[in-house]
Structures are given as structure tokens and as C-alpha cells.
């Protein structure tokens, strides 16, 4: 659901969990979503891109999280602003969605239908055949970046 405040950052997981470390996306959601905290929105997307951008109304701030390969170090997290163009350099192409993230986002553009602060977060896979959980490498990123994005929503205590 959209916020019409805008206030919230809306975390969605792209790819597909039954595709090893494609599905850290949907990882690191799950386990957001688990420790809901003020400010934090979450939604899963494993395969519907033209959904993402309508996931994507209303949000000030969302933050994309989905698997990468660009040879570099399993388990290597890369951040890109969404409306630049540094991002589609670093092997998003290789996808299992329907309709690829550097598609989705053109359109969004082209749409004029982005949100202002735009933030993919790639984490290097390893591992994407047919099976379910992440490798050491990528499980370990994951984890780091759950502690790190539920800690940005932590409420000081009193």
C-alpha cells in the first residue's frame, strides 16, 4: 500500500528465492518485515516489474534490494542511485524477472512515475541455480545489511 505522506522508505526484495542467491532481495525483506520498525515499509517482488513501479506510488524514498552479478566478490554490496546510470553498468541485466529492473526503470522514467530518492542496493551473488538458500558469502552481506537498515529505523530510547 502507498503512503500519500511520503515519510515512510519503502524496502522492496526483488528475485526469486528458488534461484539461490537471486532470492537475497526477498531475504532481506522477509527479515525486515519480521522486525517491523516506525518509517519502514516492505513489499516482495519476485517477477512482476511493471507491479514494482505501481508498488513504488506515493514513496518519497524506496530502496531496491536485489542479486547481481558483475564478477565481482560474493557477497560484495554495491549501492546506486536509482536515476542515475552507473547502476546499469553493474550486471542487473542478468535476471529472473519477467521484465528486467533497467526496463522497469526506464519505463518509471519515461513515466515520469519514480520516486525522488531512488537507492538500488546489489548485492553480488554467487550462486543462481535452481535450489533455495544463499550462499556463505551473500548470507553473511545480507545479514550485515538487515542490522544496518533496521538499526536506520531503530527508535532512540528514552
Given amino acids: ?39 519502514m515499509q516492505t513489499a516482495i517482488d519476485i517477477g512482476d516489474s511493471l507491479q514494482l513501479l505501481s508498488r513504488m506510488q506515493g514513496y518519497r524514498s524506496v530502496m531496491l534490494i536485489d542479486a547481481m552479478k558483475a564478477g565481482t566478490s560474493p557477497g560484495l554490496l554495491q549501492r546506486f542511485d536509482g536515476h542515475g546510470n552507473r547502476w546499469r553498468d553493474a550486471a542487473f541485466a542478468v535476471s529472473s524477472h519477467v521484465l528486467g529492473l533497467g526496463e522497469a526503470i526506464d519505463l518509471g522514467r519515461r513515466l515520469q512515475n519514480l520516486p525522488p530518492d531512488l537507492t538500488i542496493l546489489g548485492i553480488e551473488g554467487q550462486q543462481f541455480d535452481f535450489g533455495i538458500g544463499l550462499s556463505p558469502a551473500v548470507r553473511a552481506c545480507a545479514d550485515t545489511l538487515i542490522s544496518e537498515l533496521t538499526a536506520r529505523h531503530s527508535v532512540p530510547a528514552a
Fill in 1 to 39: 500500500m502507498a503512503n500519500a505522506t511520503g515519510h515512510d522508505t519503502l524496502y522492496i526484495g526483488l528475485g526469486n528465492p528458488y534461484r539461490q542467491d537471486d532470492g537475497v532481495g526477498t531475504y532481506v525483506v522477509r527479515a525486515l518485515a519480521a522486525d517491523p520498525r516506525p518509517g
